[in-house]
């Protein structure tokens, strides 16, 4: 079956640690995002990526780093930075890197900062 | 600055009812908008995609592009109780390679 696998899909972490989250697809899409999603808010673009080893800033950027070293692997790493990391993390790929056509999205991955 | 706008609801109908979901858009230039469905606590799915003006039909859902007036449509036949959700808007993003959401309308159908 193909799709999107985020981990974990519930994950607790103090205040001043770093945490990643790990996206994985087998679609063989090009392109491949990181939303964040409070709740009663639409989705915010963290980062996205185009191509292998390419990234670019979304609308929310700050606190948080990314890496795009293989093209079915996109972590987000939620840096000690973010002053209010916790959210629903969702990540997406899209077939083509031509921008048309839909998002697929993974299942999630819900952070709570204790 | 390209943006979505959607009127958060909720909006409840009966069952068997048609429920109407609304969405404006800023860019005249956007080309393409999607509908997404969001059960609570659970990742969007797309319902409806559409690309050009008019409308768009698949089964109980209708979507409705107007260029000219920037809005984009959902029209649900004959709601059902498991249609309730929250239904995400989109079109494309200020840089063109993502997409931009609206905050959602909550639809609650009721038995």
């Known amino acids: 079956d193909g799709g999107i696998t985020q981990s974990p899909k519930y994950l607790f972490r103090k205040e001043g640690q770093n945490v990643t989250l790990s996206c994985e697809q087998n679609?063989?899409?090009?392109?491949m995002y990181w939303y964040r999603q409070d709740p009663g808010q639409g989705l915010r673009l963290i980062y996205y990526?185009?191509?292998?080893?390419?990234?670019q800033k979304g609308d929310i950027a700050e606190g948080y780093s990314v890496s795009r070293e293989k093209k079915e692997s996109f972590p987000l790493t939620v840096t000690s930075a973010q002053k209010n990391p916790t959210a629903f993390y969702l990540c997406?790929?899209?077939?083509?890197?031509?921008?048309?056509?839909?998002?697929?999205f993974g299942e999630g991955s819900r952070l709570t900062v204790l | 600055q390209k943006e979505v706008e959607q009127n958060s609801g909720p909006l409840s109908v009966p069952e068997g009812a048609i429920a109407s979901l609304n969405c404006t858009y800023s860019d005249r230039g956007s080309q393409s908008f999607f509908w997404y469905r969001q059960y609570s606590g659970k990742s969007p799915e797309l319902i409806m995609s559409i690309y050009s003006n008019g409308d768009k039909e698949d089964g109980r859902f209708t979507a409705q592009l107007n260029k000219a007036s920037q809005y984009v449509s959902l029209l649900i036949r004959d709601s059902q109780p498991s249609d309730s959700a929250n239904y995400l808007c989109a079109g494309p993003s200020n840089s063109g390679y993502a997409l931009n959401f609206g905050k959602g309308t909550s639809l609650l159908v009721t038995p």
């Open positions: 997406a790929s899209r077939r083509d890197s031509a921008n048309t056509g839909e998002l697929f």
């Open positions: 679609l063989n899409h090009d392109a």
């Open positions: 990526s185009q191509i292998v080893n390419d990234f």
